[in-house]
């Protein structure tokens, strides 16, 4: 058995950055950082490493207390990372630093459908409200973009301050910051249970038998947090379940070529709104001679490992043509599979729980790694300094966040429309399709909601997992029912509300 202070569980970018802050902080803290060092499953292996405060904003995020409290958190990370970089890079050579990449462009092409001029518009507008810098374009003259003429954008705009970082290039950075520290060690194991009492954590079991005792515990290991949580039964039903958004992504090389034709490089992040149940589509400048292009959303029972063939038909083709169909000579570099935790009810779940000296930070869904830095600012000021600083309204433990059924039903309808027209819906208006599909769609949302008892909403998100699926579906009115016995009718409904500026503190 071997003591220390804190025992962080997982190794992606939230549990990196929450070790990386413990050590600057506190530099006698002794702090265990534990996870596989291949990282199979995570999100942050895969990730493009957007740092869009505002282009992940959507116009359904701007009219709910919750998704205001997203947002909220989002622009507070945006404003850090400039100088979290700069804490990070004095700790690791000059070769091996990490910097953003400036500059997004966000396109709006007629390929997603009418959802995506809605989220366009909702980006557009808080950026007015929150007085941040952007440019309308002419999308003709964004570097790197060439799509098919049918696909072309009808507008664009330019953020300046938005832009990315490269995921690999981030977690071999905290790697290396992390063997700077005398205080910090890294284990290559996996956690597999944890050291109780009836009411405080005492450390943590690994896959390899060993002890690592601590006080303060802080579980950050993605969409594997929902197994560790399932060794504290009575804890874990009291905190909404997770569940995987299973994604692929990949890299290629542009400058390849087929005699002397070839695509150019893209300077800055090209992308779309948020738009059929996924966080759009882009293409992202990865090292000096690749591209990186995702990603697809599909939520599942259980973790993803391999891209599947749907997903690579699919990438492929939006990547020819809807960014540049250059891309058609392009070589393939790399293909990625990671899982984005997603709580059941969409939201985050941050904080200490009832459990004495235990955190949970995950359920991030796409936003971990870009909110990772002001979560790791406030798990020190909780786990160090005493404070209580991390959103109430994402705690651990509490009912599921939920909007209306119909809130809900509309917006399964507007994604899933969205959907049909990325996937060339147009080919089916030759039997009538384009008039029928909303009527279908409406009422197949609206009858499966309705079977549905009790105050609790599944996200739209859902929908495509238990639409059809019997299975899927007893599961989770069985998981609703055992919601009920915890929480009684205490489902967090959240309601619209105007849209108003945010303050960012």
């Known amino acids: 058995?071997?003591?220390?202070?804190?025992?962080?569980?997982?190794?992606?970018?939230?549990?990196?950055?929450?070790?990386?802050?413990?050590?600057?902080?506190?530099?006698?803290?002794?702090?265990?950082?534990?996870?596989?060092?291949?990282?199979?499953?995570?999100?942050?292996?895969?990730?493009?490493?957007?740092?869009?405060?505002?282009?992940?904003?959507?116009?359904?995020?701007?009219?709910?207390?919750?998704?205001?409290?997203?947002?909220r958190e989002s622009l507070a990370a945006a404003r850090i990372w400039p100088t979290w970089l700069n804490t990070l890079n004095e700790r690791i050579p000059q070769a091996e630093r990490v910097a953003i990449r400036p500059g997004t462009f966000m396109i709006l092409n007629a390929v997603g459908g009418l959802l995506d001029s809605e989220n366009y518009d909702a980006v557009r507008e808080?950026?007015?409200?929150?007085?941040?810098?952007?440019?309308?374009?002419?999308?003709?003259?964004?570097?790197?973009?060439?799509?098919?003429?049918?696909?072309?954008?009808?507008?664009?705009?330019?953020?300046?301050?938005?832009?990315?970082?490269?995921?690999?290039?981030?977690?071999?950075?905290?790697?290396?910051?992390?063997?700077?520290?005398?205080?910090?060690?890294?284990?290559?194991?996996?956690?597999?249970?944890?050291?109780?009492?009836?009411?405080r954590i005492l450390g943590v079991r690994t896959a390899a038998n060993e002890i690592l005792a601590a006080s303060k515990v802080v579980l950050a290991t993605g969409v594997q947090t929902q197994t560790l949580l399932d060794t504290l039964p009575s804890l874990a039903r009291r905190i909404p379940r997770l569940f995987s958004g299973g994604g692929s992504s990949l890299v290629f090389d542009p400058s390849w070529c087929y005699g002397d034709k070839k695509a150019t490089t893209v300077p800055h992040v090209v992308r779309t709104p948020n738009r059929s149940l996924a966080c759009g589509l882009h293409m992202i400048p990865r090292g000096d001679n690749h591209v990186y292009v995702g990603a697809t959303n599909y939520l599942s029972m259980q973790p993803w490992s391999r891209p599947n063939l749907s997903d690579m038909h699919f990438l492929i083709e939006c990547a020819i043509e809807q960014l540049n169909q250059d891309f058609v000579w392009a070589q393939l570099v790399s293909w990625n599979t990671g899982n984005r935790p997603v709580t059941v009810d969409s939201c985050p779940i941050l904080g200490a729980t009832s459990l004495e000296g235990?955190?949970?930070?995950?359920?991030?869904?796409?936003?971990?790694?870009?909110?990772?830095?002001?979560?790791?600012?406030?798990?020190?000021?909780?786990?160090?300094?005493?404070?209580?600083?991390?959103?109430?309204?994402?705690?651990?433990?509490?009912?599921?966040?939920?909007?209306?059924?119909?809130?809900a039903v509309s917006e399964v309808v507007k994604h899933l429309q969205a959907a049909w027209s990325e996937h060339r819906g147009v080919n089916s208006t030759k039997m009538g399709l384009h008039y029928e599909m909303p009527g279908w769609l409406h009422s197949s949302a609206t009858n499966w909601y309705a079977e549905m008892d009790g105050d609790y909403v599944l996200p739209p998100e859902f929908f495509p997992l238990v639409d059809g699926n019997p299975k899927n579906t007893e599961f989770f009115r069985k998981y609703y029912a055992e919601l009920k016995n915890v929480w009684g009718s205490e489902s967090t409904v959240i309601r619209p509300e105007p849209a108003v500026a945010l303050e960012v503190v």
């Open 1 to 71: 058995m071997r003591t220390f202070d804190v025992v962080v569980v997982g190794n992606g970018a939230i549990g990196h950055a929450v070790a990386h802050a413990l050590a600057v902080e506190s530099p006698k803290m002794r702090i265990a950082l534990v996870g596989e060092s291949s990282r199979p499953q995570a999100a942050s292996a895969a990730a493009g490493a957007m740092l869009g405060a505002y282009s992940e904003v959507t116009a359904n995020l701007r009219t709910s207390v919750a998704g205001r409290a997203k947002m």
């Open 126 to 199: 808080t950026l007015i409200e929150e007085g941040e810098a952007f440019e309308d374009v002419d999308a003709r003259e964004i570097p790197g973009l060439n799509p098919w003429d049918m696909a072309r954008p009808l507008r664009a705009m330019f953020i300046p301050h938005e832009g990315s970082v490269e995921s690999d290039r981030l977690l071999a950075a905290y790697v290396a910051a992390a063997k700077s520290f005398e205080s910090l060690e890294l284990v290559n194991d996996r956690v597999v249970g944890f050291q109780t009492t009836n009411s």
């Open 358 to 407: 235990l955190w949970v930070m995950s359920g991030t869904f796409r936003d971990g790694l870009h909110m990772s830095p002001l979560l790791a600012q406030q798990a020190v000021r909780e786990i160090v300094y005493g404070e209580s600083v991390m959103e109430p309204i994402f705690r651990p433990e509490r009912p599921p966040i939920s909007a209306t059924r119909q809130e």
